[in-house]
């Protein structure tokens, strides 16, 4: 199949000039897989603002429409619910494919579906990039460093994942997301990016998420930064401030609840006991580095909650 010339296509629309234009000084066409998300719906709100139409495509497994509310009547955005394990014909410059649920709760609540979104859903995803020579970035993950037996990881190891274990549809799901996405890159010259993001928080995150918090979720920008550079990756995209669980605890304790009380429980199988990115990389070739610290975004994620908690008591008459 020829390329469909999609730079020509947006290339040639007309500007309005009131709008800022994207990178490059031309509107861009993006598809974000997963934009109802957590993350999604943040780099949605940034590539729109940058000027770009955007594009999201979402079966609402875990994104909510909330996330996306403000921009409903944006005639620059646009939303699609689909799943992206069933194949779809579209006309775009770039693609962002986050679509998968990204907490152990969700994605063990059905580990078949999780592997299928990672493995089918990014297949479809280059597939389509290839047809329309768009570039294609990937958001992976640490967990493909598994439990890991180098410490702090840098993007050259290759990690210590259990193929069988309850966390797998997830850990390796990504790993053979990312194996696509390179035999897509190799094989058919599509440009691809990887990005390998560390737990992030921030306002939108799911409430019963119930992750590690690390990295402030301003590191969307660490995304853009990576589709617009010329590397391939993989990048690691994390916060390297190290700390235990309970000194993480004790932070919670005293940004947001002085009266919180710390319960010891046993940990769920597979969890790694150590995990710090390398971010040597990301800052020496995308001038990447996480800007936030703990105490700093803590609180801004745990005001989004409390707004959240209370107007949906407010939605049952409570
Ligand atoms: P999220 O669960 O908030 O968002 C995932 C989005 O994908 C949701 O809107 C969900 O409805 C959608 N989705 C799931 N399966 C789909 C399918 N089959 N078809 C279409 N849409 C589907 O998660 P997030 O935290 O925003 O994570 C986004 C991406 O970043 C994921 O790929 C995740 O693996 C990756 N990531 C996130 C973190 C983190 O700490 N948040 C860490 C590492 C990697
Ligand atoms: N695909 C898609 N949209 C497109 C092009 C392809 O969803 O615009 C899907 C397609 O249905 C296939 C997958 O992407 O399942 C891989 O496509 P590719 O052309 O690379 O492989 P092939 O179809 O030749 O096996």
Redesign the pocket.
């Known amino acids: 199949l020829p390329r469909t010339g999609l730079a020509r296509f947006s290339g040639t629309r007309p500007r309005t000039g009131r709008v800022p234009v994207g990178i490059g000084g031309r509107r861009q066409r993006i598809v974000v897989?997963?934009?109802?998300?957590?993350?999604?719906?943040h780099l949605v709100d940034k590539l729109i603002a940058r000027g770009d139409d955007v594009i999201v495509?979402?079966?609402?497994?875990?994104?909510?429409k909330e996330?996306l509310v403000h921009l409903f009547g944006n005639p620059r955005f646009e939303l699609i619910r689909?799943?992206?394990?069933e194949p779809i014909l579209l006309e775009v410059d770039q693609i962002y494919?986050?679509?998968?649920?990204?907490?152990p709760v969700?994605y063990k609540y059905n580990p078949v579906?999780t592997i299928?979104?990672n493995v089918m859903?990014t297949l479809n995803m280059l597939g389509l990039a290839k047809r329309i020579g768009a570039r294609f970035l990937l958001?992976?993950?640490?967990?493909v460093y598994g439990d890991p037996l180098e410490h702090p990881q840098k993007e050259t190891y290759w990690g210590n994942v259990n193929p069988i274990g309850e966390r797998s549809c997830?850990d390796e799901g990504?790993r053979t997301a990312e194996t696509l996405a390179m035999d897509y890159h190799r094989g058919a010259g599509v440009e691809v990016r990887i990005a390998?993001?560390?737990?992030?928080?921030g306002p939108?995150?799911?409430l019963d998420?119930g992750?590690v918090v690390s990295?402030f979720v301003a590191q969307v920008n660490g995304l853009v930064a990576l589709m617009e550079s010329e590397h391939v990756g993989p990048f690691n995209l994390g916060n390297p401030g190290e700390f235990t669980m309970l000194e993480l605890a004790q932070v919670v304790k005293e940004t947001i609840d002085s009266s919180a009380t710390i319960e010891y429980k046993p940990n769920t199988a597979d969890d790694p006991h150590m995990r710090k990115p390398d971010i040597s990389k990301a800052k020496e070739l995308l001038n990447w580095e996480p800007k936030i610290p703990l105490r700093e975004g803590l609180p801004l994620m745990v005001n989004d909650f409390r707004n959240r908690i209370l107007n949906e008591n407010e939605g049952k008459g409570m």
């Open positions: 897989t997963g934009g109802a998300g957590f993350v999604g719906s495509i979402d079966n609402f497994f875990t994104g909510r996330n689909h799943d992206v394990v494919h986050l679509a998968c649920p990204a907490s969700h579906k299928k979104t859903g958001t992976s993950t640490s967990e997830y990504k390998r993001i560390f737990n992030t928080y939108r995150m799911c998420d992750r990295n």
